[in-house]
């Protein structure tokens, strides 16, 4: 992506993060989940703790799938949410609108990314408010998602006021709220707020939680605020590959990660080292 | 669609084009083929002859696919050319980007539609050729094809050298150029060029040709002016039932459009009342 | 299709129906259709009383969309009800499963048919019974569907009791009922009894009704009888390029074809000159 | 999966194999991948030699693409070779059939699974000629694979002439062969073959190469006989979210696994356990 982006302005910046292993912590939960048998397809009892995990950690119920695959996050989550003449309204450079090979409209069936200009890299209310209509007609594929991205590809961090503020205007119009959190750790430490604070208290409906750029080798979750919201996805997972028979494994990275803020300590690392 | 439009350029206009019905020889053609049987799918004659009858008008021998709907001819065309993880560059304000509840999208298999903004209502070559990247990135979606429209949704109609210009830059960049000519009779008078010139002679590849809003009851075509681009399209048209059963009467409906000359006096009609 | 039948049954036989052009009756309602100007896209009046007609015809407030082909009539009842990933069971030589290149499973982005041997060419409910199964499996297809053709490729005819305990089944697992009703009218003569009681008195969900082979041009109805069944229908016809600008042509045959049971004389004909 | 099988006939048994852990070879493997930093994207060292590694084992040229899930690595090997109106021949107890809930249909775009009821859970000969047809006609769908299991999902294994005789039939009319080979080493073991005389020796054209069930943790690959098959493979690949970003750790565990016949020795005590 050859986005040209202002190198003035103050941007947190983050090291490069899909050359790097696994932290120690995740390392050694791997290590540890290998040891015995356990039932497969994330039947296993790593993998039903994590939810209650997720729920202390987001203050509130939450459904949780484990992912290997950002791109694979991403989509599903958008699948699980959009009809296949949706529309989903993103940031031009957004990843899963650059940088997915169309993974989004695979899964959705052939739905419509708007790419929206933004500023400063991110998504602005007044642009959003203006491209979202046509509700009803059936000439028009139909608004459904507003996705942003925390933070974004250029290291932009959406303020917790401007995540309120679109999720106010997507709710008014019926649209849900996604958040791509590949760099979600980055962006929470940055703003020193609460997972619930940057999410459903934000408004954000269903998120992609990113572990993999961020300490883990492969693991990401779907994370989703409302059950109402769950719909199809068990069966999209499996449809797609992305329910592994094995999936205590990924389950063992996410474990490794939340617990003791080792996700927030290696995100405060990184953001550190960015900086220097 | 609210497209604002600059209303002091010169424009062709058009009358209103879906509520009228059938022009007397395309009504007499329907009710000449209703006499006796005819083997059904497009085996039959008026149909066997009408790919003779219009590679006589584009001076070239070219391939015919009759369709009932314009948006089909549209979704079937850029579906035949473009893989599922394409691109498509488009007007902002094309039909196939805003008015066909994603067509294009569901018939790719999830293809991008890339919306340009264009100049006067028109693609242009510079902001074609920047947007145009990323080969062979497995990331990125890739550029197949660009799609113009003869005339345009807001009355614009691109001259030769656009045209050609346009196809320059997508054949330098091994992209196809299709052109949804849903109006194309009108766009032709209006140039006062033949239809060779218009496309293949133009470097259009392939190409919706619409009669429906200028004298039929339903029947465009796709026509394709290199046997090579073919691929797949009789089983995405009988996948999509498009395949008519009783196609002799789409096909008798294109007869006596293109025949005398019909066509082109009902669009120097249509284009003269427009002005007035 | 090849299938070898047992030709010593008793059977209703149909004379051969594609290759005969529209009756006077549905001629005369293109003819007089044609007459003035009217709202495009199935907003003009004879569109509009349409749904009253049939109505009065099923006895029943239904829904319907008029097609202009029958395998897009099946492809949009059949993905109007089911998910990506449900099974539509139906019998090994239908037509959804064998004449329409695929079309079931490329409108409903990649659904089941699970094809069923039958007996005497039709599905039986053991058969049916011992293939449902694997509800809430995320590793199999979900059932979702059952579809009859009445009458069948090689002319049986379901009786009514044969479709009340087809759909008893199919409802008290939660599976909608199909029929392709691409020669409706000359089962219904055949068996005597009333449109109501061949389909939604016997169980029927969703309706293909078929027009073309018994006196349109290119006229089918896809006639819902329960309106929470609607879906996103309307978004899937303008997706699929099923919606004619001018749909009034589409309604006007219908029309013709249902008034002064045309259809039921053309049926009796034609059943009789079959058994000659 | 209830499939009642016959329990007298000699079959190679295999231990449950989803619930058990990497083994020692591919966890040290992965530990030792973590060390360092590495280019993303299957473009490591790690996975740079694997092509090679493979190309020894197989005795010829190959080109693998390591995935973490059995379902995926089917679907895309599937999906790259057949259109969306292809005819997948399969056994009616396959796994692509039955346990993946779709996810051939869901990648190919819809193409359809023609269910074999095949002799001792194994496909025939005959039934796959009778099978076969519909060549360029547009009403049918286009037969385009067969795909075999090796070691069936019911314990069978495939003689070497079993699979000669079927890609004999396969070849000669067009069709490509496919092998999902999730149990792969326990068929070679059991069988005492090479890796070359039970694929492309055989006229195997694309293999799903299992590892997970056999001592990984979620590592297969995709092994592709044919240059010219590969297709638009790494687009999918991406599109999908399964080119993980961290690809080396699936790639080191295909490496610990094929190295110093790690995956044969596994093989081998599994199907003694079974035994006893």
Not at 15 to 20: I, L
Not at 192 to 209: Q, R
Request: glycine share 8%; proline share 4%; aromatic share 8%.
């Amino acid at each position: 992506m050859n986005a040209k982006i202002n190198t003035k302005r103050k941007r947190v910046k983050f090291a490069s993060d899909n050359v790097t292993g696994a932290c120690p912590e995740v390392l050694d939960a791997i290590i540890k989940a290998n040891d015995g048998i356990a039932p497969p397809y994330g039947n296993d009892e790593i993998s039903g703790v994590l939810q209650e995990k997720f729920s202390k950690i987001f203050e509130k119920d939450v459904i949780v799938y484990p992912t290997a695959s950002g791109t694979a996050s991403n989509a599903l989550a958008l699948s699980t949410v959009s009809p296949s003449f949706g529309n989903i309204y993103c940031h031009k450079f957004s990843h899963i609108n650059v940088d997915e090979c169309g993974a989004p409209e695979f899964y959705t069936g052939g739905a419509k990314l708007v790419p929206l200009s933004g500023k400063d890299g991110k998504i602005t209310v007044d642009e959003l408010n203006d491209n979202i209509g046509g509700f009803g007609i059936v000439h028009h594929t139909q608004p459904s998602i507003v996705s942003i991205t925390q933070a974004t590809e250029t290291g932009e961090v959406y303020t917790l006021d401007q995540i309120r503020n679109i999720s106010e205007i997507a709710h008014k119009k019926k649209l849900k709220v996604h958040m791509d959190g590949a760099r979600f750790a980055n962006a929470l430490v940055s703003l020193d707020v609460t997972p619930a604070e940057m999410t459903w208290k934000s408004g954000v409906d269903i998120l992609s939680f990113g572990a993999t750029k961020n300490g883990c080798i492969a693991a990401e979750a779907i994370i989703i605020f409302n059950k109402e919201l769950v719909g199809n996805l068990p069966f999209l997972l499996k449809r797609s590959g992305h329910l592994l028979s094995k999936m205590r494994f990924v389950s063992a990275q996410l474990d490794g990660y939340i617990t003791n803020d080792v996700w927030l300590k290696n995100a405060r690392h990184a953001n550190l080292m960015a900086k220097n």
